[in-house]
T-cell receptor
């Protein structure tokens, strides 16, 4: 099976707290890509990061950081010092090959509320 | 600013109407996608076009008919839709295998 599980449906934290969004994936492919997208209330999907299966280095971008661990099939996302503008639905996604093209499988999303 | 442009932003139509959704990208991407997103659900892939040819059809009902007139344009023709087809329709494009998909802002479709 190829799927993405985001066990946290909804999270609420107070502004300036750190928060981690969990993502666990399953795939039979040896080469694959993982993504995080943000979807604010306005609806557009905003790309945050792409990681390929051969690169397990953690990444930091400003207040955002990602922890990729193949041993546990996890790709977790941490927001440090959260802000109200971080309130959105966050999707973890897995890119799998289908025919000659790629299909993105999204997790169900985690709705994040940052309270002022 | 999004690099993938979708029109219209909102569409209300009756079940007997025929309408089209339009998507345009000028990034030279070879692949374009249509997704359907119901409220509080993740996007679900509908179609993939690669080099202007239909590559993936995720068993979408025939009342949805995609068209790729050229490498920059992707249309979704709608006919005899049902109320359950009300959703946000997202278009995306990508350049390379496993690459980042660039999404448009979507069209919010309501079927009366």
């Amino acid at each position: 099976a190829q799927k993405v599980t985001q066990a946290q449906t909804e999270i609420s934290v107070v502004e300036k707290e750190d928060v981690t969004l969990d993502c666990v994936y399953e795939t039979r492919d040896t080469t694959y890509y993982l993504f995080w997208y943000k979807q604010p209330p306005s609806g557009e999907l905003v790309f945050l990061i792409r990681r390929n299966s051969f690169d397990e280095q953690n990444e930091i971008s400003g207040r955002y950081s990602w922890n990729f661990q193949k041993s546990t099939s996890s790709f977790n996302f941490t927001i440090t010092a959260s802000q109200v503008v971080d309130s959105a639905v966050y999707f973890c996604a897995l890119s799998v090959r289908l025919n000659r093209d790629d299909k993105i499988i999204f997790g169900k999303g985690t709705r994040l509320h940052i309270l002022p | 600013d999004t690099e993938v442009t979708q029109t219209p932003k909102h569409l209300v139509m009756g079940m007997t109407n025929k309408k089209s959704l339009k998507c345009e990208q000028h990034m030279g991407h070879r692949a374009m996608y249509w997704y359907k997103q119901k409220a509080k659900k993740p996007p679900e892939l509908m179609f993939v076009y690669s080099y202007e040819k239909l590559s993936i059809n995720e068993s979408v009902p025939s009342r949805f008919s995609p068209e790729c007139p050229n490498s920059s344009l992707l249309n979704l023709h709608l006919h005899a839709l049902q109320p359950e087809d009300s959703a946000l329709y997202l278009c995306a494009s990508s350049q390379d295998s496993g690459g980042r998909q660039h999404f448009g802002d979507g069209t919010r479709l309501s079927i009366l």
